[in-house]
């Protein structure tokens, strides 16, 4: 069972920047996709980044071109930089570990959820 520990996160001004990091146990981490999802208060939980095992990258409209997402297979890490941050963004911030079963998204594994908030 791989296990993923978040780290990162915090209070910062709207057009700030944060990284967030997750990190994996295990040895297999380079085989599964990853994504960073988050949920505001009252909101549901939504996709933020998806990066494949591969490396290809995909986005929410939301923060296209502001966030980005990157994976360290050496570190068994997955990086979340996000840049121009808005008070929309603040939410808790959470990484996965998954993989594609006939055609699903199936989640592996958790991060524990790190709070981002924007506000001046």
């Known amino acids: 069972q791989v296990q993923l520990v978040q780290s990162g996160g915090g209070l910062v001004q709207p057009g700030g920047s944060l990284r967030l990091s997750c990190a994996a146990s295990g040895s297999r981490f380079s085989i599964y996709d990853m994504r960073w999802e988050r949920q505001a208060p009252g909101k549901q939980r939504e996709l933020v980044a998806h990066?494949?095992?591969?490396?290809?990258?995909n986005y929410a409209d939301s923060v296209k071109g502001r966030f980005t997402i990157s994976r360290d297979n050496a570190k068994n890490t997955v990086y979340l930089q996000m840049n121009s941050l808005e008070p929309e963004d603040t939410a808790v911030y959470f990484c996965?570990?998954?993989?594609?079963?006939?055609?699903?998204?199936?989640?592996?594994?958790w991060g524990q959820g790190a709070q981002v908030t924007v506000s001046s």
């Open positions: 990066i494949t095992s591969g490396g290809s990258t």
């Open positions: 996965n570990l998954g993989e594609y079963v006939n055609s699903f998204y199936v989640v592996r594994s």
